[in-house]
T-cell receptor
Framework: GQQLNQSPQSMFIQEGEDVSMNCTSSSIFNTWLWYKQDPGEGPVLLIALYKAGELTSNGRLTAQFGITRKDSFLNISASIPSDVGIYFCAGLENAGGTSYGKLTFGQGTILTVHP | DTEVTQTPKHLVMGMTNKKSLKCEQHMGHRAMYWYKQKAKKPPELMFVYSYEKLSINESVPSRFSPECPNSSLLNLHLHALQPEDSALYLC????????????????FGSGTRLTVV
């Protein structure tokens, strides 16, 4: 099956620093999603990318959909303590003939921000 | 309403118990999903319902039994679970193709933390 390789696995940074994480895939996805998950909660959608080469921002977050449709990165600028959590990339595909979208997740990046 | 509501938030059950997890959404989504998530790992797909019919069963053991009574509700019935089934169980919903092309509005609930003793 398809796999997403997400890196780094974990990051320990000081408040105010910028963060960058990325995902690569062996297969093409039509949509890339970036989620953040806090302990004991479900994943919350941060950014959705629909077009190859697309660059999208959401506040301090910026994400890009790779030209080949096989990769994406997420940047967080000027990190703050509440950025702590696990960040997941996910590729979304509509398998031929089906009505639903199937998500494939990366392994996650655990972010720790020191005040 | 842009939420997926899951109950209960926490559940502790013995290996001989029968319990149910419930999920509800009122966004008009016609696809609903159950995921299982272990600590610090990504969610793993268990079941997909599309238009209230089971579309995917990812080789899940029969001690997990899903049910979709209507377009807003999704249940997961649990029976004779094992300690290794302890995990966070997430429900999600989305719009369906080809009504929308894009992120499908894929929304997750907060999950049920299940502990099997």
């Amino acid at each position: 099956g398809q796999q997403l390789n997400q890196s780094p696995q974990s990051m320990f940074i000081q408040e105010g620093e910028d963060v960058s994480m990325n995902c690569t895939s062996s297969s093409i996805f039509n949509t890339w999603l970036w989620y953040k998950q806090d302990p004991g909660e479900g994943p919350v959608l941060l950014i959705a990318l629909y077009k190859a080469g697309e660059l999208t921002s959401n506040g301090r977050l910026t994400a890009q959909f790779g030209i080949t449709r096989k990769d994406s990165f997420l940047n967080i600028s000027a990190s703050i303590p509440s950025d702590v959590g696990i960040y997941f990339c996910a590729g979304l595909e509509n398998a031929g003939g089906t009505s639903y979208g199937k998500l494939t997740f990366g392994q996650g990046t655990i972010l720790t921000v020191h005040p | 309403d842009t939420e997926v509501t899951q109950t209960p938030k926490h559940l502790v059950m013995g290996m001989t118990n029968k319990k149910s997890l419930k999920c509800e959404q009122h966004m008009g989504h016609r696809a609903m999903y159950w995921y299982k998530q272990k600590a610090k790992k990504p969610p793993e797909l268990m079941f997909v319902y599309s238009y209230e019919k089971l579309s995917i069963n990812e080789s899940v053991p029969s001690r997990f039994s899903p049910e979709c009574p209507n377009s807003s509700l999704l249940n997961l019935h649990l029976h004779a679970l094992q300690p290794e089934d302890s995990a966070l169980y997430l429900c999600a919903s989305s719009q369906v193709y080809p009504m929308v092309i894009g992120n499908y509005g894929y929304t997750f609930g907060s999950g049920t933390r299940l502990t099997v003793v």
